[in-house]
């Protein structure tokens, strides 16, 4: 293992802070290193692969479409990638989708049809996307000025003009706002993520929603993270009680490949014209078949276990020794631990259970079809070292 880490610490731009594993397999929620030792994945490659680690079915889907035809450029249509999109608008009601290949780059789809959507119908000087403080949107200049977190800011000046930032649950910030600025579309997580698995309070959606609803005002959830049943519903939008004309997920849809999809609604469906948009891979097909196979699995059966699997894990964390409080939807979970998150990921790693952190909470995003056994093996774990002093 040492010879991997060290090769890669030679090569690779030094952008992440890695922990000392270099995973080689795995089954499920069960990852090996390169020294054989077992772990228990509770973070799943990020929310990334949803049905654990080489899933048969997954890999079914994925290697049978890898013999076929692996991909043709957006100049020709292929069956996966319109199979993905029309399950998509079936499960959703939203009416187009344009894939992409990442959380940001949905995002970036998102934000250039409110800024057409809102030049044609509200004139060229509207064009303002409002974000909320706390959010994590995506690395590129753009999704980074989305991202209210200045932090993110101070090394990439000048980020893409146009962005505000608001509070959570201070609406006055953004009626202020609108008086003195156009606003195109307000972009929002239902849970934050990155930002500490914080549940924007509904009555705050409700808000903004209502004040979007007057002033023909897009609403875009960015479901990159929440999305593909990871709170317990497709997506976290549908228990918030607001539809937004646009939502962006990626994560979790494509089980482990990479893909991103921007859903349209009726508002915006036909923003995009010929040559408007476009990317290379999109919509690639093994991408779009894993995908598939991903989101016709997520059923009311398999909801219901991850509603099942987030009560046992607050059940058995809340109140307990060393945990100050336990926030999230679903099986995206936030643990406020007494001692500092990044020190309590480190221990449960050493002791075999790879978690995440989320500023100053235990993050945890384990697959959505964790087997109980396995889950209540790394919940014992991660109790243990909450509790130690
Ligand atoms: C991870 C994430 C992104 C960025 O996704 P990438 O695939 O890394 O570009 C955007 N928004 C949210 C909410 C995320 O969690």
């Known amino acids: 293992m040492q010879s991997i880490i060290e090769k890669d610490k030679t090569y690779i731009a030094d952008t992440y802070a890695r922990f000392p594993v270099a995973i080689t397999h795995g089954k499920g929620s069960e990852l090996y290193d390169a020294d054989g030792k077992r772990y228990i994945d509770m973070g799943s490659g990020i929310g990334v692969t949803a049905f654990g680690t080489a899933d048969d079915e997954w890999v079914n889907a994925v290697t049978s479409q890898l013999a076929k ?168 939008y549908m228990q918030c009680g607001i539809t937004p004309d646009i939502v962006t997920t990626a994560k979790g849809l494509g089980g482990g490949l990479p893909i991103g999809a921007t859903l349209l609604g009726e508002k915006v469906q036909n923003v995009f014209g010929h040559g408007d948009h476009g990317s290379t891979f999109g919509g690639n097909p093994i991408a779009c078949a894993g995908a598939l196979s991903i989101l016709r699995r997520i059923d009311d059966k398999a909801l219901d276990e991850v509603k099942a699997k987030s009560a046992y894990i607050r059940g058995e964390l809340e109140g307990a020794k060393g945990i100050e409080s336990i926030s999230g939807m679903g099986l995206m979970v936030g643990i406020k631990a007494k001692r500092p998150s990044i020190d309590i990921v480190k221990e449960c790693n050493e002791k075999g259970v790879l978690c995440l952190t989320a500023k100053d909470k235990v993050r945890l995003l384990p697959a959505l079809n964790i087997p109980m056994d396995v889950l209540s093996e790394a919940v014992a774990v991660i109790k243990e070292v909450c509790a130690k002093e």
């Open 69 to 236: 035809v692996q991909h043709t450029s957006n100049l020709y249509y292929t069956e996966p990638c319109a199979a993905l999109a029309e399950l998509l608008c079936e499960k959703t009601g939203f009416k187009k989708v344009f894939f992409s290949n990442s959380g940001a780059e949905a995002n970036e789809c998102a934000i250039k049809a409110a800024r057409k959507y809102a030049a044609e119908k509200k004139g060229a000087d509207c064009y303002t996307i409002v974000t909320l403080r706390g959010s994590f949107h995506g690395r590129t200049l753009t999704t980074l000025a989305a991202t209210g977190q200045d932090h993110y800011h101070e090394l990439y000046q000048p980020l893409t003009p146009g962005f505000a930032h608001i509070s959570v649950d201070n609406i006055y910030e953004l009626t202020a706002l609108a008086a003195r600025t156009k606003i195109a579309a307000i972009l929002f997580e239902c849970v934050q993520g990155e930002g500490g698995v914080n549940p924007v309070p509904k009555e705050f959606l409700a808000q903004i929603a209502e004040f979007a609803a007057k002033h023909d005002i897009l609403l875009i959830a960015d479901e990159v993270q929440t999305g593909n049943g990871r709170t317990g519903t497709l997506y976290a």
